[in-house]
């Protein structure tokens, strides 16, 4: 993941924009940089244009079904077998009713499909998180290192497009995380520099590896779990007094639990069965 800047580098090698911007999102192993923007207001108004656009469809539709209740026998026939359905909306027979009837169920096929699919990929695209801040805000210090030769910096993208990265509630972060836990975000946050990436090409980035990260909070987390239970062990073993011992078994519970519930994504169930335990 990224982490902060370093230095000002020169950018020869790709040409300021989106060549830049996309060896930038590119030269993340981690892909923490697969950030882009949702759209939201824009997906809710397409959704909306959908559904009113099917309410329109279907409320034709009754109104035909609405017609062919008084119509005759070899309409009625066309409503139930659509051999004969297929056969009176075709060019030969030269059949406008059947034909207009026709050519809305093709409509109302092609219109509830792209309504479906959007509201598949809605669904889905709601399910992945926003990026980080520490992430977003490395992402933006590149995002902004563009100079126009007088000091000044200014988008890498220009237009309309230079706003993109402006508010992170409308980005999306396209690498799923497994709902990382506090340690894991307070170490990404806070102590990325001690896990440094050294075989990224970059300069102007440090990288630091998600990989380290997750190897040092697992052992961490195996040590300092160790440790307070073979020190209340060994504290309990020492200690003779009975006062002491109940305000050392809670004093130890108490901290067991809390780095559970604290360090960890435990839910309550887990966290009363392992405190208990």
Request: hydrophobic share 40%; aromatic share 10%.
């Amino acid at each position: 993941m990224p982490r902060t800047k370093l230095d000002v580098e020169s950018r020869s090698y790709h040409l300021p924009g989106y060549p830049s911007l996309a060896n930038f999102i590119a030269s993340d192993r981690d892909r923490t940089t697969l950030i882009y923007k949702r759209f939201d207001e824009l997906s809710a108004r397409n959704l909306l244009y959908l559904q009113s656009e099917l309410a329109e469809l279907q409320a034709r539709q009754q109104n035909f079904d609405q017609e062919d209740r008084k119509a005759d026998l070899p309409t009625k026939q066309c409503a139930r077998n659509f051999a004969c359905f297929e056969e009176a909306a075709s060019a030969a027979q030269n059949n406008a009713k059947q034909k207009a009837r026709w050519e809305l169920m093709i409509q109302i096929r092609q219109t509830i499909k792209e309504y479906r699919e959007a509201l598949f990929c809605e669904s889905t695209l709601a399910s992945l998180p926003p990026p980080s801040k520490g992430v977003l805000r490395a992402f933006k210090k590149d995002f902004y290192d563009v100079s126009d030769g007088r000091g000044e910096a200014f988008p890498t993208l220009g237009g309309n497009s230079a706003g993109l990265y402006d508010d992170i509630d409308d980005l999306v972060a396209l690498r799923v995380q497994e709902n990382p836990d506090r340690l894991t975000n307070f170490a990404q946050e806070h102590m990325g520099f001690l896990f440094p990436d050294r075989k990224r090409s970059r300069t102007s980035i440090a990288y630091a590896s998600d990989r380290a990260i997750s190897s040092f909070i697992a052992w961490f987390s195996t040590f300092l779990a160790a440790l307070l239970l073979i020190g209340a062990i060994v504290v309990l073993y020492k200690v003779r007094s009975p006062d002491w011992r109940l305000g050392l078994i809670a004093t130890f519970t108490s901290l067991f639990a809390s780095s559970v519930g604290l360090l960890t994504n435990a839910r309550r169930a887990e966290l009363f069965a392992a405190t208990a335990a």
